[in-house]
């Protein structure tokens, strides 16, 4: 009798040999319930995301026990919708995140998608979640190798280099990630859940007229720092709150301002001395419309290709985790039915 593994291993090949590969891919690390179907690593098919900030707005961040509960209740609709959509009959296999992320969270995803590869035989893929953000990228026009991605999310702000051996972080935040201090100060400036779209919002009625200090120091190279700047920020609000003279449109436009311009520093001078051409954004920051201006402008003008995904695959989705999990298939890299969910993960 042949074992799970070994028809797995056998349906890759037929896969792989026909050129076409066609991934069920699940997202489930964090906040988002997320199923898409992704061909060749390239082609979206169908991309379902149920976002459940509606049930931790009350929260002011994610609560992990609700996010498990709600991602339990919804896996099976957003899945079979995710299907239904994509109109394909037959799969080539499954890929899922499987970390970093809330451990409950990533549980739900884990065990839906091996329970699914297993019933239907089906090669099984795990995903690293930033690798995920980063293969954003692909489902456009994929970036030009070696390049450099600049991966700027809630839990993570981080520069990898990107070339055909694969990926490797060259520079990172010494504290906070950029999402979550933008996250922070939009709590303190009393904005709801998630602070990065609504203090864009904000920010779009005001001026950059608050000075505060650069979020990249001396002595820290590539690496960046948003913890000090967050403080310096939340001291001047209160100092504006304690005269009764708030600003929040320029604070908020003065702090988004300061996390753009140190993420975009960041990423030209590791671009630079990496030696690399082409530049690449990605992760749900990457959805803010001054860093992908910013970074372009910057980038073009040091005469660099800049590239960046399209809005709905910058915040946590399932088909970028499609576009990684098709590398790790190609590459024959397939989990078996041990895969455990990890809540640290380097790239
Ligand atoms: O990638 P993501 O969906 O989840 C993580 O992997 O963390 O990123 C979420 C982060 C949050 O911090 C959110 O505030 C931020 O991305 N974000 C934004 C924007 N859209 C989402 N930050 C600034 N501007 C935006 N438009
Ligand atoms: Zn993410």
């Known amino acids: 009798m042949t074992t799970y593994i070994e028809a797995?291993?056998?349906?890759?090949?037929?896969?792989?040999?026909?050129?076409?590969v066609t991934l069920l891919a699940i997202e489930t690390s964090c906040d988002e319930t997320a199923a898409a179907v992704v061909r060749n690593g390239r082609e979206t098919l169908s991309n379902v995301v149920f976002s459940q900030i509606p049930l931790h707005e009350?929260?002011?961040?994610?609560?992990?026990?609700?996010?498990s509960r709600s991602h339990v209740e919804k896996i099976?609709?957003?899945?079979?919708?995710?299907?239904?959509?994509?109109?394909?009959?037959?799969?080539?296999g499954v890929a899922v995140t499987y970390g970093p992320g809330l451990v409950g969270a990533l549980l739900v995803g884990i065990s839906f998608a091996k329970a699914f590869a297993f019933a239907r035989k089906l090669p099984l893929v795990a995903v690293n979640?930033?690798?995920?953000?980063?293969?954003?990228?692909?489902?456009?026009?994929?970036?030009?190798?070696?390049y450099v991605c600049l991966v700027a999310s809630g839990g993570h702000s981080h520069l990898a280099l990107i070339g055909e051996g694969g990926a490797r972080v060259i520079a990172r935040t010494l504290d906070d990630a950029a999402?979550?201090?933008?996250?922070?100060?939009a709590r303190a400036l009393g904005l709801p859940y998630p602070g990065g779209p609504n203090l864009?919002?904000?920010?779009?009625?005001?001026?950059?007229?608050?000075?505060?200090?650069?979020?990249?120091?001396?002595?820290?190279?590539?690496?960046?720092?948003?913890?000090?700047?967050?403080t310096a920020a939340l001291t001047i609000l209160k100092k504006q709150e304690a005269a009764g003279e708030v600003n929040r449109a320029d604070l908020a436009c003065s702090f988004q301002k300061a996390v753009v311009d140190a993420l975009c520093g960041a990423a030209l001078s590791g671009a630079k001395e990496c030696g690399v051409r082409n530049i690449a954004l990605a992760g749900g920051v990457a959805a803010n419309k001054l860093l992908r201006a910013q970074l372009s402008a910057m980038a073009k003008s040091e005469g660099m290709r800049f590239y960046c995904p399209e809005l709905r695959y910058c915040t946590d989705n399932a088909a970028m985790i499609g576009a990684a999990g098709y590398e790790r298939f190609i590459a024959g890299d397939l989990a078996d039915l041990s895969l455990n969910a990890k809540a640290v993960l380097p790239l």
């Open 129 to 146: 979640h930033i690798a995920g953000h980063i293969a954003a990228n692909d489902l456009a026009e994929p970036p030009e190798k070696p």
């Open 8 to 20: 797995a291993r056998l349906k890759r090949e037929r896969a792989v040999a026909g050129g076409d």
């Open 76 to 92: 099976g609709p957003v899945v079979e919708q995710a299907l239904t959509q994509s109109g394909v009959n037959e799969l080539s």
């Open 58 to 67: 009350a929260y002011g961040g994610v609560v992990p026990e609700i996010a």
């Open 179 to 185: 999402g979550e201090a933008l996250d922070k100060f």
């Open 200 to 230: 864009e919002r904000l920010a779009g009625e005001g001026n950059d007229t608050v000075k505060l200090p650069k979020a990249s120091g001396k002595g820290i190279g590539n690496d960046l720092s948003f913890s000090g700047l967050k």
